[in-house]
């Protein structure tokens, strides 16, 4: 039985937004539309929807806004903007936002995005366990995909929403060496203005945030020219330390 996706579409224009119901209802999804921030958060949290499609202009304070989403769903939050201003877009994603667009945006792309956004929500790459308690652990370190919090020995290590999508990212793929190019693709798309930087920043940042060593890593380790790597649980010490930094 093909699966039926929940997307609630928030979008303050009423007719932009039955546009994009009516596309999404006619690719098969369930749409649950709304017109407000208010509404939003009150659908979000009685509807579950799999996917939120947000106009950006919805609110005067999006990073708010998504931040309160984010407390109360994991689902894939795809922003669209009227127009293209990569300040803007990067508050949105540090802010929780998986994706965005620019309007106006061809259709075929746009569903292609969601089809992705959805895959990647679903395809968590977790053992049965883990996946049954939405959790990702090694050691003190504990990843929650649900609350999207990052815990140190039961304490809240700290990180922004862009760190804690690394490392999420990170622990749904533990022990595979992800690239640079392809973490930057997963997390941000194909437009990141820092380029790899913004990884080497942010990695720098979690490892100070967990107490973490470069040179002596517990849970992350750098790949030189490669990438990064998530230690797998239960793995041995010595095998996750062999010549990697």
């Known amino acids: 039985m093909t699966v039926r996706y929940k997307v609630l579409v928030a979008d303050k224009d009423e007719i932009r937004a039955a546009e994009t ?3 999404l209802l006619r690719c098969g999804y369930f749409c649950i539309p709304c017109h407000s921030s208010h509404e939003a958060m009150s659908l979000c949290g009685s509807h579950c929807p799999d ?3 947000l106009e950006a202009e919805l609110s005067d304070a999006l990073p708010e806004l998504l931040d309160a989403l984010r407390r109360n769903t994991s689902a894939p939050i795809l922003v669209h903007f009227g127009a293209d201003i990569p300040a803007l877009r990067v508050a949105a994603l ?8 620019t ?4 259709e075929a792309e746009f569903l292609a995005r969601l089809r992705r ?3 990647r929500s679903q395809s968590l790459g ?3 366990e883990s996946a049954r308690r939405g959790t990702f652990r090694n050691g003190d370190l504990t990843v929650d995909f649900r609350t999207r919090k990052v815990y140190l020995a039961g304490a809240d290590a700290g990180l922004t929403q862009r760190e804690y999508r690394l490392v999420a990212l990170l622990a749904r793929y533990a022990g595979q060496v992800l690239g640079y ?4 693709r997963e997390l941000w798309g194909q437009n990141t203005p820092e380029g790899n930087q913004i990884l080497r920043v942010n990695m720098a940042n979690i490892r100070r ?4 060593r470069s040179d002596a890593p517990r849970y992350i380790f750098t790949h030189p020219g490669m990438g990064y790597r998530m230690a797998a649980p239960d793995r041995g010490t010595e095998e996750e330390t062999d010549g990697i930094r």
């Open 21 to 23: 119901e009516a596309l």
């Open 51 to 53: 996917l939120i499609v």
């Open 94 to 101: 540090d802010a929780g936002a998986d994706d965005c667009l």
């Open 103 to 106: 309007r106006p945006f061809d």
């Open 117 to 119: 956004a959805l895959r």
């Open 126 to 128: 977790l053992d049965p």
């Open 181 to 184: 190019d392809f973490i930057s």
């Open 209 to 212: 945030k967990l107490s973490e």
